[in-house]
Nanobody, 119 residues
């Protein structure tokens, strides 16, 4: 089992920055991908950013809406994944969830952290 705990959310003005963290405990071997999803009321949870855990280059992919503004990174020693969010916009508001996808296709989710971008 893997437990994921997100932190770093909060209220920020448009144009500001936040850094989300996702700390994993338990066995996190056998992971294919680690990423961040966002959910807003009335909409499905959507992928924001992800980083491969098995690719030699640890390739990343981003939602078009956040390209150039968000950066996903990982610290293997700390078993932590980060999401640096810059130039935040009101439409970035939502609950951000950390997700680990295993090679076998199972998913682990954190409890979510709220991000509000508002003046």
């Amino acid at each position: 089992q893997v437990q994921l705990v997100e932190s770093g959310g909060g209220l920020v003005q448009p144009g500001g920055s936040l850094r989300l963290s996702c700390a994993a405990s338990g066995s996190s071997s056998g992971m294919r991908q680690k990423g961040w999803y966002r959910q807003v009321p009335g909409k499905e949870r959507e992928l924001v950013a992800a980083v491969s855990s098995i690719s030699r280059s640890f390739g990343t992919n981003y939602a078009d809406s956040v390209k150039g503004r968000f950066t996903i990174s990982r610290d293997n020693a700390k078993n932590t994944v980060y999401l640096q969010m810059n130039s935040l916009k009101p439409e970035d508001t939502g609950i951000y969830y950390c997700n680990f996808l295993t090679i076998a296709g199972s998913r682990y989710w954190g409890q979510g952290t709220q991000v509000i971008v508002s003046s």
